[in-house]
């Protein structure tokens, strides 16, 4: 059984930086994109990052050059580092995986966190 666990949100004033880890479990996801999403309230999720195997990124237009994707293909582990941060950042960022690079990048995925919350202060 597949298990995605985020951690590492909390609460930063604007222009601080956060680092988000999301571990992995249940199977091996060396054949597997690795995405992190978000959902303000009242808004729809949207993805944030998406980073494949080889360590190749996309990123959101509203966070380039802010936030840096990563993984640890041995310890199945993905990161976002969150630099510069704003208060439209503040959302529940959320993990998930697939096999599937455009689904992802469509929000659509079988697996997902549990979500973890970041708050912006301004």
């Known amino acids: 059984q597949v298990q995605l666990v985020e951690s590492g949100g909390g609460f930063v004033q604007a222009g601080g930086s956060l680092r988000l880890s999301c571990a992995a479990s249940?199977?091996?996801?060396?054949?597997?994109?690795m995405g992190w999403f978000r959902q303000a309230p009242g808004k729809e999720r949207e993805i944030v990052a998406v980073t494949g195997w080889s360590g190749g990124t996309y990123y959101a237009d509203s966070v380039k050059g802010r936030f840096t994707t990563s993984r640890d293909n041995a310890r199945n582990t993905v990161t976002l580092q969150m630099n510069s941060l704003r208060p439209e950042d503040t959302a529940v960022y959320y993990c998930?995986?697939?096999?599937?690079?455009?689904?992802?990048?469509?929000?659509?995925?079988?697996?997902w966190g549990q979500g973890t919350q970041v708050t912006v202060s301004s």
């Open positions: 998930a995986v697939s096999q599937a690079y455009a689904s992802l990048l469509r929000g659509r995925s079988d697996y």
């Open positions: 249940g199977r091996t996801f060396g054949t597997y994109y």
